[in-house]
Each structure stands twice: as structure tokens, then as C-alpha cells.
């Protein structure tokens, strides 16, 4: 499992950005397909907002994917 730690002074990152940081997608359309398409869950529940605002401690799933917001 990744840690994907968050900037000084940031308090979140969008699931989306997130899946782009992290080279989980090539590209927006892709993260934005797959988060529609219900293949990303947050906390053990599937997330389909795209924008979900992502905070430490939370757990990211994606395929054979994991990462822990810090």
C-alpha cells in the first residue's frame, strides 16, 4: 500500500486527482471513467463522485491499487 502524503497546509485532494498523482490513470477522462463506472472505492465503499474531497487517514482502492492518505 502507498501513503500519499498531503501538502503543508492542504486539507484535501480530489479522488481524481488523486488517481493522476498517483499514475493509477494516464489521463482525467480516464480517473473520471473509472470513478463512473463505481472501480474506486474510498474507505471500503464505492465512490462515484469524482471531486470526493479526500482527507488524511483516508483509505483508497482501485483494482490491485492502495493508498493511505497521510
Given amino acids: 500500500m502507498e ?3 498531503l501538502q503543508e497546509g492542504e486539507e484535501y485532494i480530489e479522488l ?3 488517481l493522476k498523482i498517483l499514475n493509477w490513470v494516464a489521463s482525467g477522462g480516464e480517473a473520471k ?3 463512473d463506472q ?3 472505492t474510498v474507505n471500503g465503499e464505492v465512490e462515484t463522485r ?3 474531497k ?3 487517514g483516508d483509505k483508497i482502492e482501485f483494482g490491485s491499487e492502495a ?3 497521510a
Fill in 3 to 5: 501513503t500519499f502524503k
Fill in 16 to 18: 481524481n486527482n488523486l
Fill in 33 to 35: 471513467s473509472q470513478i
Fill in 38 to 40: 463505481g472501480l474506486v
Fill in 50 to 52: 469524482r471531486r470526493k
Fill in 54 to 56: 479526500l482527507r488524511s
Fill in 67 to 69: 493508498a493511505l492518505i
